[in-house]
């Protein structure tokens, strides 16, 4: 029933107000024409059973040229859309019913002892294992010196067979580089007062 | 967290060498920084081998070392062109430092996620006793910071000080070293302040220790390694909470089922025999 009432509103569009459809997808080609589309239960609404004086005038229109005045499947495609708009319940129902999707709240968080800064319970303090960490390399550089990253012993054909140069674009340099992964923020000073466990 | 404990049989070598790599660099670096899951699997294989290679190189007493690498055959565990350099560490160096342990030679420490691509859990795999142990360094920051301040070493620090010095050769004195080192070098600044106020003749207060110091200014004279690009402070004023000290003070101590501690022993004495004369 649906469909009809689409297509007699269409028909109903074109024949009253003249509109232009325009398209901008390319032509494709030799795709079949409405009327081999159209099913048997409609068939009498176009071949101009009905009184309706637009389908008559769709009628002569055929005749005198083969083909429709308008063509919804020329050059376009039809797509599939969803019947109904999903209401404002079901869109906020799907998206926050899920606990796992929803944000937890940080319950296991404490003072760290060497900074007072906010620490995650159980794992080190990322603030100061950067310093303690960024210490004990200038240590090893001092008493052992600089250590080079290790590099195979290689013939230089054999080199190039095994490890194949190949000139970067730019966007893969970029990439390469990692500028995108963000630096690590310095931890807020705890407060018994702002964390939720206290 | 990917599970490395099964996997397909045509991977086996591959995580076979995963684990020796990691043994490799570990005792060379002393720690490395790994997924949470390669170091946990690697963990128990490096205990092994560990405990393995210095229990056979007991057994063969104080003879040479290229004896002992020839004979010791828990270093086939190491690949073959690792196997000089690392093995002479182990049988020289790590069987002078773990005297008095069979086992527990490592240590995992859980890490933040990785900022990257992949958001992985991250750890530090570390020797104990090492000089560059990062627990190590922590508590001795966590103690310079305490003194600093003026305020007595809490229950769970002091325990965990206890453990880190214990089993270590010099073990107090080296930890003494330490937090005199962790004075200088992560608390330059307050460290500067309390001489200036003792040569003013005023008695230092944590108050006066304001977080708002102009670091970039102080920073020139500052080793590359420790500038910051931003000022961060070290808050002295931030003191632990009476909670923490209060239930510091009951450390392993269970709540649910409180222990009563044993009584002395008393000796048993062994009535005198009535067929002896
Ligand atoms: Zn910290």
Redesign the interface.
Known sequence: MSAVLRLNGLLAQTSLTKTIFLFALPALPALPSVSQLIPQWAAPIFNGSSSDLRLKELKELLERKREPPFMFDNGAILRAVPKKKPSYKRTREKRLAPGEKQMKPLENLG?C?????VK?S????????G??????????KQLFGETKPYEPEMDKTDANIVFPKRRLRDLELAYSR?EY????E?PL??N?DEVKK? | MPNLKNFKYNRARHFRMMDRNLCANLIRHEYIITGRAKAKRAQAKIEQFLGKALHQNKSLGNSPLEERLSNVKALEFLQLPDRQEVGSKVLDDLSKRFVDRAHGFTRIIKLERRLGDDKAEMSVLELVDSDFEIKFWYTAKIVARLELQGLPVDELTQHNVTKLTQLRINGEERFRQAVEEAKEVFFAEDVRKIKQLAEAGEPASLEQMDESVDLAAIQDDWPQHLRQKTPKGTYLKNRPSELFLKLAKNFGKSKQYPTIPRPAKVEAVIPKSPFLK
């Open positions: 003072r002892a060497a900074c007072g800064r995650r159980h794992f080190m303090c990322m603030h100061c294992f310093e303690i960490r960024a210490f004990l390399k200038e240590k090893k990692k992964v963000r630096d690590r310095t000073v705890y018994k206290q």
